[in-house]
């Protein structure tokens, strides 16, 4: 990801979060949301975080934005120093099902790999069928951890899902 990308990452995580979270976050919270406010923010991520989260970002033929996601290391107490964290996975919601978030994973999970992050851990929203069915089918379970965080006054639970990387996540390398 470079900073020319931000507004597009920005334009897929709103539209994400519209789509993916209607009926689950309260819809003055997803109604207040805007692409210029992200942008910002995504930004001032973007600028501090000086490749450390590793921002990873799916193109299309034409060379355009069509999904992002975000890994680091877990700031979360119980985890040890060297699990990773999928903090975002988003792709145009157009393009759902077409494999690009399954890519963004795969990358991810090699990117974690290369610089000793494992396991992986995510949260996802408890009633986000779909995002937990998805991790679901990649390996990931719940590992009893669940935290819940405030949207306009009411309380949405996450739940916290686990994979360890194995030797097939690993690409081989022959010289």
Known sequence: MTADDVPAVSAIRVSGWK???AGIV???FLDAMTVEADVRQRRRYF?????DPANLVA???DGRVVGWACLGRSPDAGTGPDTGELYALYVQPSLTGAGIGRTLLEAAHLHADAVG???VVLWVLADNTGARRFYERAGYAVDGAVQADDYDGVSVPEVR????LQERDRPSVRT
């Not at 600028?47 to 490749?51: C, I, L, Q, S, W």
């Not at 899902?161 to 360890?164: D, I, L, S, V």
Request: aromatic share 10%.
């Open 19 to 21: 789509v993916a979270y």
């Open 26 to 28: 309260p819809r003055s």
């Open 47 to 51: 600028e501090d975080a000086k490749g």
């Open 59 to 61: 193109v299309d033929t």
């Open 117 to 119: 992050l494992t396991p």
């Open 161 to 164: 899902y686990r994979r360890a």
